[in-house]
C-alpha cells in the first residue's frame, strides 16, 4: 500500500534486528500483563488487588532496565456506597538525567475497562490470544501494548549496550479508565521536582484513523456533560388516576432533549457554533491529504449511512465541529413488559463535544438559557433544574514543535510514509493536564489501528502495531536526540 522505507543502517539496523528477533518475548509479556484483571471501573476490592499487582509488576519490568521508581502511595478512595478502596499507586520513574540530553515523559495506564466471555468475545479476554496476526485481549491496545512498545525500545538499547540517547521518565497511572482519580493532584504536587527537567510528554493512548497509515494527533476535543431535572413530586403516579390531569414530567424531558439537535446532527442552541474556531486553508489541505476509505469505515462501523457523504465532512464533523449527543434517561422505566407508571422525577443527560475556541463556562451559559426558554414556552407546573456536571476544554498541539518534528521524522524512517496529521473526536483529558499545569510540550503519538476495538469486545494490537511501533519508539529517541543537538 505505501513505499517500503529504506533498509536501515548503523544503529538503526541493530536495535531494529534485535527488535524483530525478540518478538516473540515481547509478545510473551505483554501475555502476562494482558492476563491480570486490572480493572479500574468496578469498584471490588479483588480487582483492586489485582491493580496493586499491575502496578507492582510494572515497576519491577521498569527497575530490570536500570530506572529509579518511586511507588506514589495515594491512599483511598470513598465510594458512593460508603467502602473505601485503595487507590493504586502512580509509578514515577527516571532513566538518565545527562543534561546534555533531552528529557522525554512517557504517560501510560495499566488499568482497562470490564470485560467478559459472555459479553460477545470470541476469546478469554484475559488471554493474550493470536489469531492471523491479530493480538486480542483486554488492554492489549488501550493501554499496555503502548506502554510495553515503549518500555521495549527501551530495553532494546540496554540488550544491546547502547548508551540511550535521550533521559526518559515514566508516569504509570492504574485509574484511567475511572477517571484518573488523583492523578490531577498528583502531577501539581510534582510540577516543580519530577517535571522540572522535562522537556516533552509524549502519550500513546490514542487510535489511527487508517489500518496501515501511522498518524500523529494534534488536537482532542473537549467535553461538557449536562443533566436536566424534571420533578412534580416525590412519588410516581398511575396514569389512569392522573394521566390528563397534569403535566407529565417524562413529557417535558422529551420536549427538552428535543429541542437541542435536529435530525442532520445541527446543534439548536441559539451561539452554540458563534465561538468555533474559523477553517483554515492548512486545515483543508489536512483533510484531504488523510487515508480514509469512507466506505469501508462506513462499512466497519456497521452503520447503513453517515449523515454526510464525503470524507473532509466526515472528518470536519468529527474533529473541528461540536457534536452533541443524548446519552440517556434516570427515573424512566426501561425493563422488559408493561407498566402503566408516570415517573415524577425524570433526568436526562446529554454531552456537547467541544473544539477550539468553545469555552465550557459560555457554552454552560447557552446550553441553560436555551432550556429554560425552551421549558417556560410549555407552561408547565413543574420543576426544572440544569447542571453541568463535567467541563473540559478542547486540547491543541504545537505541531511545529521539537518532538512532533521528530516523531515524524521517525514514522518515515520506520513505515516508509509520512504520517496522517489527524484529530480526535473523542476527549482525553490528561493532555491538557500535562499541558497547562507543566508548560511542557504534549504531544500524542498513537499505535493502535482503527479496527482494534479499545474499550469493546474483542479488543485487539495487530502484531505489526506492536513491532513497529517498538522500533518507532526506539528511532523517535535518536532522532529527538538529533533534533536538540541542532538546536
Known sequence: MFPSPPPPSGLLEMLFRYIDLHQDEFVQTLKEWVAIESDSVQP?????????????????????????????????????????????????????????????????????????????WLTDPYTLTEVDGKLYGRGATDNKGPVLAWINAVSTFRALGQDLPVNIKFILEG??????????????????????????????????????????????????YFTVEVKCRDQDFHSGTFGGILNEPMADLVALLGSLVDSSGHILIPGIYDQVA??????????????????????????????????????????????????????????????????SRVIGKFSIRLVPHMSPSVVETQVKQHLEAVFSKRSSFNKMAVAMVLGLHPWTANTADTQYRAAQRAIRTVFGVDPDMIQDGSTIPIAKIFQDITQKSVMMLPLGSVNDGEHSQNEKMNRWNYIQGSKLFAAFFLELSKQHSRQ
Open 44 to 120: 471490588i476490592p479483588c480487582l483492586r488487588q489485582e491493580l496493586f499487582r499491575m502496578m507492582a509488576l510494572a515497576a519491577d519490568k521498569l527497575r530490570d532496565l536500570g530506572a529509579g521508581v518511586d511507588s506514589v502511595d495515594l491512599g483511598s478512595q470513598q465510594m458512593p456506597d460508603g467502602q473505601s478502596l485503595p487507590i493504586p499507586p502512580i509509578i514515577l520513574a527516571e532513566l538518565g538525567n545527562d543534561p546534555e540530553k533531552p528529557t522525554v515523559c512517557f504517560y501510560g495506564h495499566l488499568d482497562v475497562q470490564p470485560a467478559q466471555k459472555e459479553d460477545g
Open 175 to 224: 485509574m484511567e479508565e475511572a477517571g484518573s482519580v488523583a492523578l490531577e493532584e498528583l502531577v501539581r504536587r510534582e510540577k516543580d521536582r519530577f517535571f522540572s527537567g522535562v522537556d516533552h510528554i509524549m502519550i500513546s493512548d490514542n487510535l489511527w484513523i487508517s489500518k496501515r497509515k501511522p498518524a500523529l494527533t494534534c488536537g482532542t476535543r473537549g467535553n461538557c
Open 278 to 343: 474559523p477553517i483554515t486553508e492548512e486545515e483543508k489541505t489536512m483533510y484531504e491529504n488523510i487515508d480514509l476509505d469512507l466506505q469501508e469505515y462506513q462499512k466497519s462501523s456497521h452503520v447503513e449511512k453517515f449523515l454526510f457523504d464525503t470524507k473532509e465532512e466526515v472528518l470536519m464533523h468529527l474533529w473541528r465541529y461540536p457534536s452533541l449527543s443524548i446519552h440517556g434517561i434516570e427515573g424512566a422505566f426501561d425493563e422488559p413488559g408493561t407498566k402503566t407508571v408516570i415517573p
